[in-house]
């Protein structure tokens, strides 16, 4: 057993797990805030049951993101603690910046907006949504400023220190805005988030064509579907344009994992053809079972018809990343990508011509759909992630000076065992699929349950109006005691 291979294994499979959650939060942040702002404007009990019921949706979600979050935090220190003493001071300010700036104001206002219904006025809880769904995306910015510093290092300098006679490198940040807006920071960010939007407005889209389908909660699955199916179509397009943006970048910034991509071998002086499928052949470097336009991939890179886009075979053997993964999980997301164009843009058609609801079949599509989202989302990871290999800090230049990376296999710990990490790796997997399997049940019972019908909801503001807050702990089934209300006597 290789105590690396089993490392990366297991991180993969933490960040895959964890990866679920974030872009899903917010992405319904956003579907969340357009919502509560439509109840805002209009008053219309639909919408605010419709908000009511997203925000119970987004609480699920937001809970098992940051339980199944932390774990990654510990992996650093137990299994990577070369690479976390090379980028401590790189990542140390971004993750606190993260800390300070995001989940703080995340899961702060996160309470307003889970208890503050009835409790606040409308003002202050449209506020709070809008505060949880910024700080869902500001997390995001500082883990991918990170992650981006990660591919295309900028705004530090290599320090040695020496340790009880042994000597070992540190990155440490000379310039922090460098650092913040490194070359593929901002394409990588506005790729990301940009996806989680696509995640979160198909999946209102499919709980709202399934309760299309079953002829339930009608009212309010028409009032979301006016705001989920135009924002499908919107950011499918958008991820398309950032997608292209950023690989644009590559051939400056990291042309090896631009040419796995594409599993372009060798390198010639005719124009580059793009394959939209098929099968690499490492050993005999080339493509089976392929189908390649001519020239396409020298257009999307360099906007030219003619120019020729570098080969592997401009990459020492040594620095090559792996190929067949990389080169099937990006056709796979741009497959995916496509897809989601297609069937956002027969949706809304067919929707704004009144004729979606008559179309079961597009709404049983729409249904499934979150789960495309899910898998492009996946699938653009680990395009990024092993395309990078074997760099876990990418090589890089600063002011004309080449400056060092960290390899992956530098990056271990030096103390952990293969059987350790094997061993932690079967009790996570029993962990995670437990914490898996209540994801899918809470959610499945709040989707099954759904949101409250208008008369509910009137009747329940009606009690209010009646009782203030007494009769609204009283349907909670809160004690009234403590000073501030008095309970009734129990007979």
């Known amino acids: ?5 089993l490392s990366r294994l297991q991180f993969a499979g933490t960040i895959m797990f964890h990866y679920l959650f ?3 939060s917010i992405g319904l942040g956003l579907q969340l805030f357009l919502c509560e702002l439509m109840y805002f404007r209009t008053r219309d009990l639909a919408w605010e049951s419709a908000a009511r019921f997203w925000t119970r949706v987004f609480a699920v979600n937001f809970g098992l993101g940051v339980a199944s979050g932390i774990v990654m935090e510990f992996e650093f220190g137990t299994n990577w603690a070369a690479y976390s003493r090379f980028v401590g001071d790189v990542f140390g300010s971004a993750l606190a910046a993260e800390g300070i700036f995001a989940f703080f104001l995340e899961s702060g206002f996160l309470a307003v907006l889970v208890f503050g219904w009835d409790r606040v006025g409308p003002k202050l809880h449209l506020f709070s949504t809008l505060m949880v769904f910024l700080g869902s995306m500001f997390s995001a910015v500082w883990i991918v400023v990170a992650n981006s510093w990660q591919q295309t290092p900028a705004g530090y300098h290599i320090v040695w220190h020496d340790v009880q006679g042994e000597s070992w490198p540190r990155a440490e940040v000379t310039d922090f805005w460098a650092m913040v807006f490194n070359p593929s920071s901002v394409d990588r960010l506005s790729h990301t988030l940009i996806g989680a939007l696509v995640l979160g407005a198909f999946f209102v889209s499919s709980v709202c064509a399934y309760y299309l389908l079953r002829g339930r909660h009608l009212e309010v699955a028409r009032r979301c579907l006016r705001i989920s199916l135009p ?3 919107l950011f499918s397009l958008l991820a ?3 997608g292209h943006d950023s690989a644009q970048k590559l051939v400056e910034t990291q042309p090896a994992k631009l040419a796995a991509m594409e599993a372009h071998f060798e390198s010639s002086d005719e124009p580059t053809g793009l394959y939209l499928f098929g ?3 490492v050993e005999r470097e080339r493509v089976v079972g392929g189908v390649r336009l001519p020239r396409l991939l020298s257009f999307l890179v360099y906007n030219d018809l003619s120019r020729p886009v570098p080969g592997l075979d401009q990459i ?3 620095d090559r990343p792996p190929v067949w993964l990389p080169f099937q999980a990006f056709h796979l997301m741009v497959g995916i990508g496509t897809m989601l164009i297609i069937v956002a843009g027969l949706a809304n058609w067919f929707w704004f011509r009144g004729r979606l609801e008559s179309r079961r079949w597009l709404l049983w599509i729409l249904v499934v759909m979150p789960l495309a989202a899910m898998v492009a989302n996946h699938a653009g990871w680990i395009t990024a992630e092993v395309g990078r290999q074997p760099w876990i800090v990418y090589p890089s230049v600063q002011d004309g000076v080449p400056m060092m990376g ?4 530098e990056g271990l710990s030096e103390s952990v065992t293969a059987e350790q990490v094997l061993s932690s790796i ?3 997997s029993i962990i995670y699929s437990m914490l898996f399997a209540v994801w899918i049940f809470v959610l499945n019972h709040k989707i099954q349950h759904g949101p409250e019908s208008v008369a509910e909801l009137a009747a329940h503001k009606e009690r209010l109006g009646r009782g203030g807050m007494t009769q609204l702990l009283r349907d909670q089934g809160r004690p009234l005691g403590g000073g501030l209300l008095d309970e009734e006597p129990r007979s």
């Not at 960290?406 to 296999?409: A, F, P």
């Open 316 to 318: 020492p053997q040594e």
């Open 240 to 242: 398309a344009v950032t």
């Open 22 to 24: 974030p872009p899903l």
């Open 406 to 409: 960290l390899r992956t296999s």
């Open 279 to 281: 099968w690499p052949d």
């Open 426 to 428: 079967v009790l996570f």
């Open 1 to 5: 057993m290789d105590v690396e291979l």
């Open 231 to 233: 924002t499908t179509l």
